[in-house]
């Protein structure tokens, strides 16, 4: 097997979806396809299950367990490289969701990066899972997540909470405190932010209730939420940030929605360990300077 077959299972498996793999790798999906199975004939089982309609991949056991095999390989590879190397003495991988990073971590990788200018930040965006794993083979030190995942392995620390809050259009009718039979039901932009948030919006909404719009893409948000009649329930610090870039504005909610929180993944034994310790104190002092809004708990 080489490098190039690895890297390639590895992108499928990180973007759930073989074109947007390709399109990461910048090559075309028939080359990607047959870098795939040269790999899986090569080994001789199978590592993705080729479920038609299927919306995202999914990995065979012996799949799970390769893709296990191929990060620490890749971690491996990387530090034979890096001998020799002495600008960087020190390294620290943080996986944030997408959410986290593109909203509410950007001046706090600022403020890292400035101030330990000797640890090389690697930036990953990773769902709870795939963050888990990550961390048990070492190839992430620290990961937030809006999942609870507790393992032999893995401890998960509630590190922050924060306020929901409704966005629409500067047109929009809804008053500045919105009571929940204000809320045009056919105007949902959606996104299910965590397991609890969707369970509170089933409760709340209705099982029979499906949005018109549903999101998974950050970066569509401002576009469809902008739009006559739409609105959005989204965390504060992304409508704080997303109110300036687009024609929309910011209400609260007239009903109860339940806190945002956010938890840290670590392993068990590297709790301590010194980069990770100093990355949440500069997250901690960082929030507390600059997102008012949001609860360290």
């Not at 709870?128 to 937030?144: H, K, L």
Request: proline share 5%.
């Amino acid at each position: 097997m080489t490098n190039l077959e690895i890297q390639a299972f590895l992108a499928i498996c990180k973007l759930k979806n073989i074109s947007k793999a390709a399109e990461e790798l910048f090559i075309s999906q028939s080359s990607l396809s047959a870098r795939l199975k040269t790999l899986e004939d090569e080994l001789g089982y199978t590592l993705i299950l080729r479920n038609k309609g299927a919306r995202e991949i999914a990995l065979t056991p012996q799949g799970q367990t390769f893709y296990t095999l191929a990060l620490q390989h890749q971690e491996i590879e990387r530090k034979m490289k890096n001998i020799g190397k002495t600008d960087i003495t020190d390294e620290l991988k943080v996986s944030v969701l997408d959410s986290l990073g593109n909203y509410m971590f950007t001046h706090i990788f600022e403020v890292f990066t400035r101030k330990y200018p000797n640890i090389k930040l690697t930036i990953q965006d990773m769902e709870a899972e795939m963050a888990s794993i990550n961390i048990i083979c070492g190839r992430t030190d620290v990961a937030f997540s809006n999942a609870d995942i507790q393992t032999e392995q893995i401890i998960s620390t509630p590190f922050l909470a924060e306020p929901y809050a409704i966005v629409t259009a500067l047109s929009s009718d809804l008053p500045d405190v919105v009571a929940f039979d204000d809320l045009p039901m056919d105007g949902e932009v959606y996104t299910s932010w965590s397991v609890a948030y969707k369970y509170w919006h089933r409760d709340t909404f209705g099982t029979d209730y499906i949005p018109r719009i549903e999101l998974d893409l950050m970066g569509q948000f401002g576009l469809f939420a902008s739009e006559p009649g739409r609105w959005a329930i989204i965390p504060e610090s992304i409508a704080d940030n997303i109110t300036v870039t687009y024609p929309l504005r910011k209400c609260k909610p007239g009903f109860t929605v339940p806190d945002r929180v956010i938890n840290v993944l670590q392993d068990r034994d590297k709790t301590k360990a010194p980069n990770v310790v100093i990355f949440l104190d500069t997250v901690r002092q960082v929030l507390s300077e600059t997102v008012p809004g949001v609860r360290l708990l």
